[in-house]
């Protein structure tokens, strides 16, 4: 078993910059493949990103893509979204959530373990 929690997230203005880690207590997060995902309110839960195993294999959104940035920290046992050029459309909760795939995975379905969330707004 292994629980997912982000910290970062916050408040910031349109253009700016901000990211968020999530790291896991039980099992190695590096066991795992791993996303971002983020709902609005009033929207459905949407894919942002996602990262493999090893770490080299990234996908993003096309909402994020050239803006967004994910990686994992082995070692530390820890995964980030830095956010850049960030609109207010990309305002959130974003949740961190880990699963049993080598690659990447777009899809809700294929994570098994979720964080509660961290809320990024961004105010234009």
């Known amino acids: 078993q292994v629980q997912p929690v982000e910290s970062g997230g916050g408040l910031v203005q349109a253009g700016g910059s901000l990211s968020v880690s999530c790291g896991a207590s039980g099992r190695s997060f590096s066991a795992y493949g791993a996303g971002w995902f983020r709902q609005a309110p009033g929207k459905e839960r949407e894919f942002v990103a996602s990262i493999s195993l090893s770490g080299r294999i990234t996908e993003y959104a096309d909402s994020v893509k050239g803006r967004f940035t994910i990686s994992r920290n082995s070692i530390k046992n820890t995964m980030n979204l830095q956010m850049n050029s960030l609109k207010p459309e990309d305002t959130a909760v974003y949740y961190c959530?880990?699963?049993?795939?080598?690659?990447?995975?777009?899809?809700?379905?294929?994570?098994?373990?979720w964080g509660r969330g961290t809320q990024v707004t961004v105010s234009s």
């Open positions: 959530a880990l699963g049993r795939f080598l690659q990447t995975a777009i899809r809700p379905s294929s994570y098994e373990y």
